[in-house]
């Protein structure tokens, strides 16, 4: 499985734009990038997923590298419901989530 | 439209004893996944349902852990006996199969002491 590459932690403030970084040099051609956020005391949630163009929805903005070797997800206005541990994950054709460690983001009010 | 059900929420035992979770997943969703998530550590998957099938269990210990999806809906996933590093929150996800989007549940907490 391919392998990404996120920060531990990150910190924003509230109605701010976050840029969450992933890194992801090994990806091949059929991987797609996913992104999944936990809440405190929860399961993951789906936010977004993308495999070469830039993607949004009404939770956030996915930005993919034009060598597809990183992205970004982009919470465009961060709330405090917002704070969780953010995965970025590559999936092929297998439907299989190998999650990292993810980025903790921290919003201050 | 009604999410992943597990229960129970919470579990303490004693090791070596013996433990049952179970899954109800979304209504029609033909790919069902069992993960572990040890604190402070993204989930692992343990085993993937297509249908009643399994997929994918290379993750599995198989010397204690054991799961089944009867008839394609509800699944169960047992540990028996339980170990110490067994503590962690047991999350059931299904997916409607062909694409990649994962729904989960809220998990199980096991605590064994």
């Known amino acids: 499985d391919a392998k990404t590459t996120q920060p531990n932690s990150m910190e924003s403030n509230e109605e701010e734009p976050v840029h969450l970084p992933c890194n992801h040099s090994?990806?091949?051609?059929?991987?797609?990038i996913h992104w999944y956020r936990q809440l405190p005391s929860q399961g993951p949630e789906y936010v977004i997923h993308?495999?070469?163009s830039n993607v949004n929805n009404r939770m956030a903005s996915l930005a993919i590298a034009e060598d597809r070797k990183s992205s970004t997800l982009i919470l465009h206005r961060a709330t405090l419901r917002d704070a969780a541990v953010y995965y970025c994950i590559l999936s092929g054709g297998a439907q299989k989530l190998v999650f990292g460690q993810g980025t903790r983001l921290t919003i201050n009010p | 439209e009604a999410g992943v059900a597990q229960s129970p929420r919470y579990k303490i035992i004693e090791k070596r004893q013996s433990v049952a979770f179970w899954c109800n997943p979304i209504s029609g969703h033909a790919t069902l996944y069992w993960y572990q998530q040890i604190l402070g550590q993204g989930p692992k998957l343990l085993i993937q349902?297509?249908?009643?099938?399994?997929?994918?269990d290379s993750q599995l210990p198989k010397d204690r852990f054991s799961a089944e999806r009867l008839k394609g809906v509800d699944s169960t996933l047992k540990i028996q006996p339980a170990k110490l590093e067994d503590s962690a929150v047991y999350l059931c996800?299904?997916?409607?199969?062909?694409?990649?989007?994962?729904?989960f549940g809220p998990g199980t907490r096991l605590t064994v002491l």
């Open positions: 993308g495999l070469t």
């Open positions: 349902f297509q249908n009643n099938g399994v997929v994918d």
């Open positions: 996800a299904s997916s409607p199969g062909g694409g990649h989007t994962q729904y």
């Open positions: 090994t990806i091949s051609g059929t991987d797609y």
